[in-house]
């Protein structure tokens, strides 16, 4: 089992920046792969970002270049930081993990990016 608890949302203008913090109930070293998702209302949920045990990254097309995921290996978290926000990334942020053959989520922390 994996639990995540995801912290950081809020409330942001235009432009602004958050970091979203995911921690992991177990080493992040033993977990295949680690990620953001999103959802909007009336939406499917959708890949914002992942990172493979091996380190490697994965962006949506739509968060490049404004976005990055990072990790901290010693505290178990990964992160998201995410600048220059629009109003279209208001959503629902879950963090994700892949780990045994099962998918995990966490609680999920809203982004509202509004004026």
């Known amino acids: 089992q994996v639990q995540l608890v995801e912290s950081g949302g809020g409330l942001v203008q235009p432009g602004g920046s958050l970091r979203l913090s995911c921690a992991a109930s177990r080493s992040i070293f033993t977990i295949n792969a680690m990620g953001w998702y999103r959802q909007a209302p009336g939406k499917q949920r959708d890949l914002v970002a992942t990172?493979?045990?091996?380190?490697?990254?994965n962006y949506a097309d739509s968060v490049k270049d404004r976005f990055t995921i990072s990790r901290d290996n010693a505290k178990n978290t990964v992160y998201l930081q995410m600048n220059s926000l629009k109003p279209e990334d208001t959503a629902v942020y879950y963090c994700?993990?892949?780990?045994?053959?099962?998918?995990?989520w966490g609680q999920g922390t809203q982004v509202t990016v509004s004026s």
């Open positions: 994700n993990a892949y780990w045994r053959f099962s998918q995990y």
């Open positions: 990172f493979t045990s091996g380190g490697s990254t």
